[in-house]
């Protein structure tokens, strides 16, 4: 799991540095370093349920938002025909960057339900 989580901190830092020319880093640079702390926090074998159900409640809601807002992953799919998105970096449409911005998020909800599931095995093992 030190490794995983390496891996996700490295990649988060990246994300969030990536941000710098994004129309809204002040939401997306705190998403991505939030998720990189708990990833810290998992190499420290520390756990904060509290930590992870804001970050599921919060990042799921957003999640929902960019699947069902105009120009969102529904649209994407229904009236983009799944465009490709990941042909180059500039996202010269909306429902580009808005299910870029999904996808985002469910790679941090993804790593933090793995986290969360083995930080809570580990924690009720050493009782």
Known sequence: MRVFNWFFIVVFIVFAALQYNDPDPYIWVPIYLYAAFLCWLSIRKKFYPAAYWTGFVGYG??????????????????????QNIAGTMKAETPWVEESREFFGLVIIIVVMVINYIYLSKKKKTTR
């Open 61 to 82: 809601s957003y999640a929902v938002y960019k699947a069902f807002d105009e120009n969102g992953l529904v649209d994407w799919i229904t009236k983009h025909h799944s």
